[in-house]
């Protein structure tokens, strides 16, 4: 039997040879090898350049949230014995207490006062927020000594403030922001202002630059901060003050809340990052707005300390606002467990009915002195008593 050999030998014609080894297709051969090391080397190239642009941007963000996160949490500011002060908490799930300070620091300085002082309570499953305005001159003993809270800032920094405002209210404080008055001009301008309506005119050439006219109005940042700063030229100064501060923060809140360009959020946070200090990080901001997004902050609570300040406030000739200790108390014990704080907007003790940042917005300076201020609480009852007189007509004649 013949044995099938493993390779065919045969060979191509003479002919046929001379067709496949002609100069032509040589030519041929060579150049569709050199296309295809000219594709490979181009696909190594563009995916060499692919993964370059890729390590370029991912280095980028990665230095671009550094850089936001270094400027946030400003270590000169929130030291390690501000972050062992504060208490933890999830700011996406848990009600937290967060201390809210306007300065009147500059770049550079270590040393300055707390000029506006807020504690707020914030709860973001609810979506409700407490807004209490403590006077920078209040009382208190601090180290043994005692001086207006303000100044604690100037012994311990943001500790300080945070342990003398925890003392007084007898809470825990759980986060931690302070912004100076320039800053606070420039974040208003970068969210593209506020619309707020002023309940008082601002006319005080002595003090501030801008006069202001009564009246709803849009607010550039310069515009804004000096309503939140004018004080002097009103019946009970201070306490205007903090309730046209409250008044800036609700409409701040309401800018970036609800009406802030997405597109822009990252030339915000930029801007955001060179104005505010803060304790929280990127990724707690981002979550708290997200938490909070779509509230009415016309409805968060307002309120200022219980306290009275005049001739009997003096200690060793310096003036302080005293704090009533028990309406306080009893103030915080109702914010405590997520209720109105029910505190006064003015001098006294409070607990008489709710008021919110939209009821700042309709009565002026006066109608808070004189006891006139109208509160969405007080409409409520009125149109309670009205349906109860109904029915009360209603049931007399059924009954004749």
Same mark, same amino acid.
């Given at each position: ?5 493993? &390779? #065919? ?17 040589? !030519? ?6 050199? &296309? ?14 692919? @993964? ?10 990665? =230095? ?29 799930? #848990? ?5 809210? =300070? ?5 770049? %550079? ?6 000029? /506006? ?12 927020? !407490? ?5 920078? #001159? ?19 920094? $943001? ?8 003392? +007084? ?17 420039? =974040? ?19 003090? =501030? ?12 940042? $310069?515009? !804004? +901060? ?22 800036? @923060? ?21 801007? +955001? ?31 200022? +300390? ?30 405590d467990d997520g209720k109105d704080p029910q505190g006064? &907007?003015?001098?006294?003790t409070g607990g008489e009915g709710s008021t919110t ?7 002026? /300076? ?18 309670? %008593? ?8 209603? /049931? ?5």
């Open positions: 039997m013949r044995n099938k050999p493993v &390779q #065919d030998s045969r060979r191509p014609s003479t002919g046929a040879a001379s067709r496949i080894y002609s100069r032509d297709n040589v !030519a041929r051969y060579s150049e569709r090898a050199r &296309q295809r090391r000219r594709g490979k080397r181009i696909r190594r190239v563009i995916l060499v350049t692919v @993964l370059g642009l890729l390590a370029c941007v991912g280095t980028a963000a990665g =230095l671009w949230v550094s850089r936001i996160a270094g400027n946030l949490n400003n270590s000169s500011v929130i030291t390690n014995n501000l972050l062992m002060t504060l208490v933890d908490t999830d700011v996406a799930r #848990d009600p937290f207490y967060m201390l809210l =300070l306007g300065t009147d620091g500059r770049p %550079g300085e270590e040393t300055y006062r707390s000029d /506006s002082i807020i504690l707020a309570r914030i709860d973001p499953t609810e979506k409700k927020v !407490a807004l209490v305005s403590i006077p920078r #001159d209040t009382r208190v003993e601090y180290n043994g000594s005692t001086m207006k809270i303000n100044a604690t800032h100037a012994y311990d920094g $943001a500790e300080g403030v945070v342990k003398a405002v925890n003392e +007084l209210c007898g809470i825990e404080i759980s986060h931690y922001a302070e912004i100076n008055f320039e800053g606070m001009e420039a =974040l208003i301008d970068a969210v593209g202002g506020i619309d707020i309506n002023a309940t008082d005119g601002v006319d005080d050439p002595a003090h =501030l630059d801008i006069v202001i006219e009564p009246g709803y109005q849009h607010m550039d940042g $310069a515009t !804004a +901060l000096t309503y939140a700063r004018a004080r002097y030229q009103y019946i009970d100064g201070d306490y205007t003050r903090m309730r046209h501060q409250r008044q800036v @923060l609700s409409a701040l809140a309401n800018k970036m809340l609800n009406e802030m360009d997405v597109t822009n959020i990252v030339d915000i946070i930029d801007s +955001l990052s060179n104005m505010v200090i803060t304790d929280l990080s990127i990724q707690d901001i981002v979550t708290l707005v997200n938490a909070m997004r779509g509230m009415d902050t016309d409805e968060i609570w307002s309120a200022n +300390l219980p306290s009275w300040a005049g001739e009997d406030t003096y200690v060793d000739g310096q003036s302080y606002v005293f704090v009533h200790e028990e309406a306080l108390a009893e103030m915080m014990e109702r914010m006064p &907007q003015s001098m006294g940042t939209g009821d700042l917005a309709n009565n002026s /300076s006066e109608d808070w002195v004189y006891g006139e201020a109208t509160t969405s609480s007080d409409l409520e009852d009125e149109s309670e %008593g009205t349906e109860s007189e109904s029915d009360v007509g209603e /049931s007399s004649l059924e009954t004749e």
